[in-house]
């Protein structure tokens, strides 16, 4: 009995090009630090400024607070221009899949990684309103709770906004392995998709419900399941 389905932006319902992967690493090493491709990934699907934060102690570099700060403006501004250059888009089928999940009366939310200030402008490009009538129900971004993935409290917010209590109604996921470790602390049903950065079998050693090859499959696999009204 579904009542809820959480999802991830960037790479698991929103093509960004892999500007964000991009524009983290240049952040980072703008600083001196190196990054491992492993650590990039490892860090994608967390707060961005946790990840500054902990792929420069990586990188050899201490993490002072107003470097961090600094960087993350950094970040923000590389977004802003290359957003502008080339704006995100929805990943095929996902739209149709978010709009079929609503018609059988399931809430959709997304969570991301990004402060409310990078996400409103993609969601805004992509006219995704959020809201009664509207495709999205919630939006809960990393700057808006006390810690971001892994932690499960985006996952939470987004129950309390739309009224859900039942973590055994909820899905939740995307595609990092931070997506699926969020699922798994909530308490919830958790989604990998393959349309982002990672593979099945680096996804599948991780706790999860189902691990498909985008977003865009979930109607189908939830198939008829009854809704809590």
């Known amino acids: 009995m579904i009542e809820l389905v959480v999802l991830d932006m960037a790479g698991t319902t929103v093509n960004e090009h892999g500007i964000v992967y991009r524009a983290l690493e240049d952040a980072v090493t703008a600083t001196g630090a190196t990054v ?30 107003d470097v961090v700060a600094a960087q993350f403006d950094h970040f923000r501004a590389l977004l802003a221009e290359r957003y502008a250059a080339s704006p995100p888009v929805a990943l095929p089928g996902v739209e149709d899949a978010l709009r079929a999940l609503k018609a059988r009366g399931i809430k959709v939310g997304l969570t991301t990684g990004f402060s409310r200030d990078v996400a409103a402008p993609i969601l805004e490009t992509l006219g995704w309103g959020i809201g009664e009538g509207q495709l ?18 985006m996952i939470h917010r987004v129950m309390e906004a739309t009224g859900v209590h039942d973590v055994r109604a ?51 696999v939830l198939g008829s399941a009854l809704v809590s009204r």
């Open 136 to 153: 999205l129900d919630a939006v809960v971004t990393s700057d808006e709770v006390a810690a971001g993935r892994p932690a499960p409290y």
């Open 36 to 65: 491992d491709a492993a650590d990039l990934q490892t860090w994608m699907g967390a707060d961005k400024t946790e990840a500054i934060a902990a792929l420069m102690e990586l990188g050899g570099v201490k993490a002072d607070a």
């Open 170 to 220: 909820v899905v939740a996921g995307g595609d990092t392995v931070v997506d699926l470790l969020a699922a798994h602390h909530a308490g919830v049903q958790g989604l990998g998709v393959l349309t982002g950065a990672l593979g099945r079998e680096e996804l599948e050693q991780y706790p999860h419900s189902w691990v498909l090859e985008g977003a865009k499959n979930l109607p189908s």
